[in-house]
């Protein structure tokens, strides 16, 4: 327990004050939502249908890029040798790692979609569900991101090999995701969503962590 | 469990008709020997005669083609070893105080890490990021991730490289307390470290 408990410590840590970049995907979100309110003129009508899925894919595009160091810097730095002793077994440690991820880049993008959502027209009253699904739905990307960035982390300049392994694994959160910011069905897409996320958090790791064995070779 | 044996069994080491091969060509074969408690192991070789392939084969990272690495008087092989590669794995932005915690998280270790600190020299450099460290320095640090928990086997790549001759006298002296605690030393060594080895293996040249 102590082993996951600090290296989430270290990785959170890392990736706030160590010039990790949390915010540098944040401002990419920011920055891509409200290009498309000028992109699509102002018609509000066709940004209001348009818009809020849009948030989406932002989210999965800003996620993607937090993706290519993950573990690539581990390799290179040695670390993943001696996380391969603990006593800790690495798939709790590639969890935790998960969850570092999660806590620096995701909560922050999903509370960022609240004024992106509105930018782009959504209804004031559907965007503190469309806040939750997007916590849910980057719990899902990081998960599922885990294990494309454990089988590039050997590659050099990885960063679109991993987009290429992981982006059709995205399609189902995105569905349901872009579902809940359009208000179609909200709980039966939540609890799909949630699905999702639960589904990657059990699977991810295990296979993450199985490529890491791999690349320590 | 006495004070001066920390480890709950007399560790043993067995290396039997080993061999690995590194992309395809084949490192070693039929590699032999075996070490007990107390024991020091010089690895001697050229560059690329495979000290570092045997090194990581017994710490569990690389699948040997044959052979079979055996070890006694531990529970489980990998929590059992410390390896200390020719990567010091630090984080640049992380300093020299939240590494000894994380691995003494990581490993399980409990003991005081500002003794550990001021045991390898660095003392002073608590709060100094990695970056900042010199070469030397970061060797030092990677080398206290050795005392954050005791474990029984050391498997040391190099260890001298980029240390002074202070830094050289103070892995004498951890490897001589380790054996002394009953501990196993393997080390890939260019010069002498200064501890009489129990053993040298040289690794032929195969190139």
């Known amino acids: 327990m102590r082993a996951v408990f600090e290296t989430f ?10 010039g990790g970049g949390a915010l540098a995907p944040l401002g990419f979100f920011l920055g891509a939502t409200s290009l498309v309110p000028l992109a699509m003129g102002s018609d509000r009508a066709l940004l209001a249908a ?56 995701g909560l922050p993008l999903a509370l960022a979609g609240a004024p992106a959502a509105i930018a782009l027209q959504a209804p004031a009253a559907h965007v503190p569900v469309i806040v939750i699904s997007l916590a849910l739905g980057m719990a899902a990307f990081i998960a599922i991101g885990l294990v494309g960035a454990a089988v590039t982390a050997g590659v050099r300049r990885g960063g679109v090999l991993i987009a290429l392994i992981v982006l059709p694994f995205f399609a189902p959160p995105i569905i349901f995701g872009a579902a809940v910011a359009q208000g179609e069905a909200v709980a039966g897409a939540m609890a799909i969503l949630g699905g999702c996320a639960l589904g990657a958090l059990a699977l991810g790791p295990i296979a993450a962590a199985a490529a890491l064995r791999l690349q320590a070779e | 469990m006495g004070a001066g044996r920390p480890f709950r069994e007399e560790p043993k080491l067995k290396v039997a008709g080993l061999s690995v091969a590194r992309g395809g060509r084949l490192v070693f074969e039929g590699m032999s020997f075996g070490a007990e408690a107390g024991d020091f192991i010089e690895l001697r070789g050229a560059n690329g005669s495979g000290k570092t392939s045997l090194l990581r084969a017994i710490a569990g990272y690389l699948r040997p083609r044959s052979g079979v690495i055996s070890f006694e008087g531990v529970e489980e ?41 001021s045991g390898v020299g660095l003392g002073a450099s608590a709060d100094l990021p990695a970056r900042a460290l010199s070469q030397g320095q970061a060797r030092r640090l990677a080398l206290a991730r050795l005392l954050v928990a005791p474990r029984p086997i050391w498997l040391l790549d190099e260890p001298a490289a980029a240390l002074d001759a202070q830094g050289r006298t103070l892995i ?36």
Not at chain 1, 9 to 18: H, I, S, T
Not at chain 2, 179 to 190: P, S, T, Y
Request: glycine fraction near 8%; aromatic fraction near 6%; charged fraction near 15%.
């Open chain 1, 9 to 18: 410590r270290r990785d959170f840590a890392l990736m706030w004050n160590g």
């Open chain 2, 77 to 117: 092989p990998a929590l059992c070893l410390h390896y200390l590669g020719h990567l010091n794995g630090l984080k640049p932005a992380s300093n020299v105080s939240a590494h000894l915690r994380y691995w003494a998280g990581l490993f399980a270790g409990a003991v005081d890490i500002a003794a550990v600190m």
């Open chain 2, 172 to 207: 004498a002296s951890l490897i001589e307390a380790h054996r002394e605690q009953g501990g196993v030393v393997l080390a890939a060594v260019h010069e002498p470290l200064g501890s009489a080895p129990s053993q040298t293996l040289q690794l032929s040249d195969r190139t």
């Open chain 1, 50 to 105: 348009a818009g809020p899925p849009l948030v989406w894919i932002a989210a999965a595009l800003a996620v993607l890029a937090t993706l290519e160091r993950l573990f690539q810097a581990d390799l290179e730095d040695g670390s993943l040798d001696q996380m391969l002793l603990s006593p800790t077994p690495l798939e709790a440690l590639v969890l935790a790692k998960g969850a570092a991820l999660w806590c620096a880049v």
